[in-house]
């Protein structure tokens, strides 16, 4: 009766650790070091990765207009210059189209 029940358990422990596993693709694992001035331009937008339980690590993921996932170490002052430099440009855009919506309808 043990046995069955120490297999049962460890049974559950290792299905248990597999699906938990399965949490972890939408966190970082490593930072980059530095983008490329090209790279830079088209981030399209950003968030960030806090350290929780499902991620060990806090991060910036940065998101390129195809889509690629880039991860940066959130306080180094490259990924700081361009979270401002990203606000600035998601603001300047947001307020383009307003201008462009306004002019339409007068």
């Known amino acids: 009766m043990r046995f069955s029940v120490f297999f049962f358990l460890l049974f ?3 299905l248990y ?4 596993q399965g949490s972890y693709e939408d966190c970082c694992l490593s930072y980059v070091k530095e983008f490329k001035t090209s790279t830079k331009r088209k981030v399209d937008h950003y968030r960030r ?3 929780d ?4 690590l806090p991060a910036i993921v940065f998101q390129l207009r195809r889509g690629r ?7 180094e002052k490259w990924v700081q210059d361009l979270i401002n430099e990203v606000d600035k440009r998601r603001k300047q855009n947001s307020s383009n189209r307003r ?6 309808r007068h």
């Open 49 to 51: 990765q806090e350290q």
């Open 99 to 104: 201008n462009k919506h306004s002019k339409h």
């Open 53 to 56: 339980g499902g991620c060990n």
């Open 12 to 14: 559950l422990s290792i």
């Open 17 to 20: 650790f597999s699906l938990a």
């Open 69 to 75: 996932l880039i991860c940066a170490r959130p306080g």
